[in-house]
């Protein structure tokens, strides 16, 4: 089997667009994106809200805005997330006091006390995904139903009910805003920049990192003990200086002999592949001076709109597959050759 392959030989393997299961597990680490978006709806909603503190659930049905989305945008402003919510479901009967209608909670609004009672809490099991909170679940948009309303009260007015501490609601304060416009913009903004500084970086290759994490998982499988297989490893190269040695995507080793890996999955075209084509030869003359080979695991769309690029990566590289099970087979195969 020829491995070191031409770019008309790996297009010809390549899916050049991201598998489904990874779409979807990129969906629930990529909800800022989206949040972010919807930022100035979900803000017109809470500042139009000045009547009562639940005229929020006429707007939202008014708006069609997916109830859902509102919920998340309320968890993240309050930092109140997986654990706490399950916390909350777990220890709800305890903590709120009942009459004959259910359980109730008492809050504070413009200086008046108001009394809830609560029309589907507490229900068994309640976590983000039951609330379809998380990332594939805020693709599917869902009306406002008494979930929904019970939930975004306990988010909105937590922090001004006598349970508060208990609850772990004390930072569920924006329904305190409601009817003041400017000091409610400031806040969400605010909110939202601290919100995106956090975890901006961490989405931003999400898609990559999953493919990477992919790639290792079906080398240590099919290969076996004998192999390290490493996700971000370093290499040591005569003539390469940075501190601990080459980068790579993945690094396998066996007694002395390493393998880098070089993985590039784009659908939309932009200078990622272009910079790891300006290193291939590089790379590939300092790894063949130690006696080691190198491997690019190359897809995307995008990719294939940078023709040059990726002929210059093909000619640089040993091994070069595209990203499917049946590639990863190829590059173990060639893998177990190479280090026997």
């Known amino acids: 089997m020829k491995y070191d392959r031409s770019i008309d030989d790996l297009e010809k393997n390549a899916i050049l667009w991201w598998p489904k299961h990874l779409s979807d597990r990129n969906a629930s680490i990529s909800i800022i994106p989206k949040l972010i978006q919807t930022q100035d709806d979900f803000l017109g909603i809470l500042s139009l809200s000045k009547k009562s503190p639940f ?12 109830a859902n989305l509102f919920l998340k945008h309320l968890c993240v402003l309050a930092d109140y997330g997986g654990e706490p919510i399950q916390r909350l479901g777990k220890s709800f009967k305890s903590i709120f006091p009942t009459n004959e209608k259910g359980h109730y909670i008492q809050f504070i609004w413009n200086l008046k006390n108001y009394q809830y009672n609560f029309n589907a809490l507490p229900i068994l099991g309640l976590k983000n995904n039951k609330l379809l909170i998380d ?3 805020l693709v599917v948009e869902k009306p406002l139903s008494d979930i929904y309303k019970d939930m975004i009260v306990l988010l909105m ?18 329904g305190t805003l409601l009817g003041k416009p400017k000091i409610l913009e400031k806040y969400v903004r605010e909110r939202y920049i601290n919100v995106s500084r956090i975890t901006g970086g961490a989405t931003a290759n999400s898609l990559g990192q999953l493919a990477q994490k992919e790639v ?23 003539g390469y200086d940075k501190k601990g040695g080459m980068p790579f995507d993945v690094v396998v080793k066996k007694d002395n002999k390493f393998i ?16 790891k084509s300006g290193q291939a030869a590089d790379r590939k003359k300092l790894m063949h001076k130690k006696g080691y080979k190198i491997a ?15 002929s210059t990566i093909c000619s640089n590289s040993d091994c070069t597959v595209a990203y499917s099970e049946e590639e990863f087979s190829v590059l173990s195969e060639w893998i177990g050759k190479e280090l026997g």
Not at 223 to 236: A, D, P, T
């Open 260 to 275: 880098g890996i070089e993985i590039s999955f784009q659908v939309t075209t932009n200078s990622t592949i272009e910079r």
């Open 296 to 310: 690019y695991i190359l897809d995307g769309a995008g990719n294939f709109q940078r023709r040059s690029a990726v």
């Open 216 to 238: 290792v998982k079906y080398l240590k499988k099919s290969l076996g003990k004998n192999y390290n297989v490493m996700s971000n490893g370093k290499i040591e190269l005569d």
């Open 157 to 174: 007015f937590g922090s001004t009910s006598k349970v508060s501490d208990e609850a772990a609601l004390s930072a569920c304060e924006i």
């Open 55 to 66: 005229q929020v659930f006429d707007l939202i049905n008014a708006s069609c805005f997916p």
């Open 135 to 137: 990332g594939c679940g």
